[in-house]
């Protein structure tokens, strides 16, 4: 049974960092595609990020802010979030596995202006 869960969310003043971690069991991380998304208030659910062994994509409103990172070792999946506005603000979920795979529980994070 594969589990996934999302941690590092917080509240930050605008400018400010967090990092975001995707952690599994049940599955290999480095062996599939994990991606980020982000569910703002009354927004659809947005792509941030995907990373898979070889190839890394951030959508253009967060390029140059954010990036992405795995460690394999610790079977986790970062998103390191820098220089945040408050549209970044919402639920980060954790996506294992793509259309058909796995979602976690979500992170708050909240940015102030």
């Known amino acids: 049974q594969v589990q996934v869960v999302e941690s590092g969310g917080g509240l930050v003043h605008a400018g400010g960092s967090l990092n975001l971690s995707c952690t599994a069991s049940?599955?290999?991380?480095?062996?599939?595609?994990v991606g980020w998304y982000l569910q703002a208030p009354g927004m659809p659910r947005m792509l941030i990020g995907v990373?898979?062994?070889?190839?890394?994509h951030l959508v253009d409103s967060v390029t140059g802010r954010f990036a992405l990172s795995r460690d394999s070792a610790k079977n986790t999946v970062y998103l390191h979030m820098h220089n945040l506005k408050p549209e970044d603000t919402g639920v980060y979920l954790c996506?294992?596995?793509?259309?058909?795979?796995?979602w976690g529980q979500g992170t708050q994070v909240t940015v102030s202006s």
């Open positions: 996506n294992v596995g793509g259309t058909m795979g796995h």
């Open positions: 990373v898979k062994t070889g190839w890394t």
């Open positions: 049940g599955v290999t991380l480095v062996e599939t595609v």
